[in-house]
C-alpha cells in the first residue's frame, strides 16, 4: 500500500534533511537532487527511477544515501515502503551456502515493496581472490528473474568499488541494461573527517571546538602526504567515516581521562560537552599510528 499524502511529505522531508546533513557529497546531493525531481513528476511513457548502482569505496555514505533514495522512491510512490535490505555477496553465493539460490530469494522476498541493496556485488562472480564463485551465475540469472518478476515492487542496489562493478557490469549486458544510474562516491579528505567528526560529536551533544577541527585536518592530511602508495589511497583504508567515528570515540576516552585528573569543583558543564585539541590529537595519533 503507498504511503498516505502526509507519510509521503514526511518521508520526503526526512530525505531532504538526511542530503543536506551529508559531508562533502555535492556531486552526490546534485544527483539525488535529480532522482527526486525525476520520481516526484513522472510521466506516462518515460522511465521512471529505478534501479541504481552505487561505487566507492567503504565508509562514504552509501548506505545512508541508500535510505534517502528509499524514502524518496516511498515518498513518490514508486515503492510501498522505504525499507532497505541490505545484504552482501557472502550472504548470497559462495561456499557458505549450499542453496545460494535459496539465499537470493530469501533476500528479494524481505526486501519486496522496498529496496534490496547488495554490497560487494561485483563479487558475486569473482570472489576478492579473484577466483570464479561457480554459483556467481546462477544467482544473477536469479536475481535478474526475480527484478523482473517484480517490476514495480523492488528496487535493486548495486554496491562496490568503482573499477569492481565497472568489470562486473561489463561481463554482463542484460544486467548492466537494469542499472542505467550511477552514482560515485569519492573518497573523503582531511576536511570531511573532521567535519564528520563534528557531526557525529553534535548527534551526542557535544561540542568539538575550532581548533579540534583544525587538529583533525592536519594530523590527517600529514598522513594521506607521508603514507606509502598502495592500491587505494589510505583514508579508504582507514573506511573513510569510519576514521571519524574513531576518532570520536577516542578523544571522548580521553576527555574522560583528562577530567578525572582534574579537581571535580574546576570542571565546569562546557568541560563535559566539549571536545578540545589535547582529546583529539591523542586521538588521532593513536588511530592513524595502525597504519602507513
Same mark, same amino acid.
Given at each position: *500500500? ?46 521512471? $527511477? ?14 545512508? /544515501? ?28 559462495? %561456499? ?40 556467481? $551465475? ?8 526475480? *527484478? ?7 528496487? /535493486? ?6 573499477? #569492481? ?7 554482463? #549486458? %542484460? ?36 581548533k579540534a577541527r583544525a587538529a583533525i585536518r592536519v594530523a590527517v592530511q600529514v598522513k594521506i602526504d607521508h603514507s606509502l602508495p598502495r592500491k587505494y589511497p589510505i583514508i579508504d583504508r582507514f573506511a573513510n567515516a569510519r576514521l571519524s567515528h574513531q576518532i570520536y570515540v577516542q578523544a571522548k576516552e580521553r576527555r574522560t581521562q583528562r577530567l578525572a585528573e582534574m579537581k571535580p569543583d574546576d570542571i565546569t558543564s ?23
Open positions: *500500500m503507498a504511503a498516505s499524502t502526509a507519510a509521503a511529505a514526511d518521508l520526503l522531508t526526512r530525505a531532504d534533511r538526511a542530503l543536506d546533513d551529508l559531508v562533502g557529497r555535492e556531486s552526490i546531493k546534485s544527483a539525488v537532487h535529480k532522482i527526486c525531481r525525476t520520481a516526484e513528476h513522472r510521466t506516462p511513457g518515460v522511465a521512471q $527511477p529505478g534501479h541504481l548502482v552505487f561505487t566507492g569505496p567503504l565508509g562514504t555514505g552509501k548506505s545512508a /544515501v541508500a535510505q534517502i533514495i528509499a524514502d524518496i522512491y516511498a515518498g513518490t510512490g514508486i515503492i510501498t515502503s522505504p525499507t532497505v535490505h541490505s545484504v552482501s555477496n557472502r550472504d548470497l553465493a559462495g %561456499r557458505y551456502w549450499d542453496d545460494p539460490l535459496a539465499q537470493l530469494h530469501k533476500a528479494v522476498d524481505s526486501a519486496l515493496g522496498g529496496i534490496l541493496y547488495i554490497d560487494e556485488a561485483s563479487r558475486l562472480s569473482v570472489g576478492a581472490t579473484g577466483i570464479v564463485d561457480p554459483s556467481g $551465475p546462477d544467482v544473477i540469472a536469479a536475481l535478474l528473474d526475480a *527484478m523482473d518478476t517484480h517490476a514495480g515492487n523492488l528496487i /535493486v542496489i548495486l554496491a562496490g568499488y568503482g573499477d #569492481e562493478i565497472e568489470t562486473f557490469l561489463a561481463g554482463n #549486458e %542484460r544486467l548492466a541494461a537494469q542499472f542505467p544510474t550511477s552514482l560515485d562516491f569519492e573518497s573523503y579528505n582531511a576536511y570531511d573527517i573532521a567535519e564528520i567528526t563534528a557531526v557525529i560529536a553534535a548527534r551526542a551533544g557535544i561540542r568539538l571546538t575550532a562546557a568541560d563535559t560537552r566539549t571536545l578540545d585539541v589535547a582529546d583529539v590529537q591523542a586521538a588521532t595519533t593513536r588511530i592513524l599510528a595502525k597504519l602507513h
